[in-house]
């Protein structure tokens, strides 16, 4: 399949959408308080370093630090932990796709936010939304909203290939109480047992309907208004 520009949509990095928003945090922080620190030195030079505009400056200056250690920081250590978890389940399913017969996709921008994972084989189609919590992890407690997303995923790559698809939550790198249970139809998977639950399931789809899959996948990354997760 030719894909434009020669840019193919399946080939995306684990956790690249998550990495960019990283170094966008960073970047805009460092520009933002290197504006400030500057500003404060015209002031300064200007008003003279005892008058109250160089001052009221500094104030600015200091609570804008503040400010970012409160709260910049904790979203930017959020967002590289995410990152992080998603480049280690990637890694981890790029292990599976090596021994063939499955195709995996990551950072799967459909339009409606980004699918961590989308897993293809003979088992069949999975989506995988990756969490790094630290754990522990109790399968009963696990957030409505984690099991939204994850369904909510499920059907968009549904619609988009036809396929009954199983949605995965994995834990990076937490302790699960009860690995594999589901939980309002999504099954809760520490990564440790990731490939070896996928390897164990039985087989549903030909090599041909796993190449069909990721066809549809392929073409619909690519549809107008669905390529911003590019950058």
Known sequence: MSYCYGYDPTTRA??????????????????????????????????????????????????????????????????????????QVGGILEGLSRRGGWRVIHDANLGHGNVDHIAIGPAGVFTVETKSHPGPVRVGRVHGAILAQAQAERRLVEQVTGMPVEPLVVYSRAWVDRPLARRKGVRVVPAGMLVEHLEKQPSKLTPAEVSRAQRRLARALLEPGRRRGRG
């Open 14 to 87: 684990p956790g690249e959408h998550s990495r960019g928003i990283v170094r966008r945090l960073r970047m805009r922080t460092l520009v933002a308080l290197g504006v400030l620190a500057v500003a404060t030195a015209l002031l300064g030079r200007g008003f003279g370093w005892h008058d109250p505009v160089f001052m009221g400056g500094d104030i600015i200056v200091l609570a804008a630090i503040l400010a970012v250690y409160r709260w910049v920081l904790p979203l930017v250590d959020r967002h590289d932990r995410g990152a992080t978890g998603e480049e």
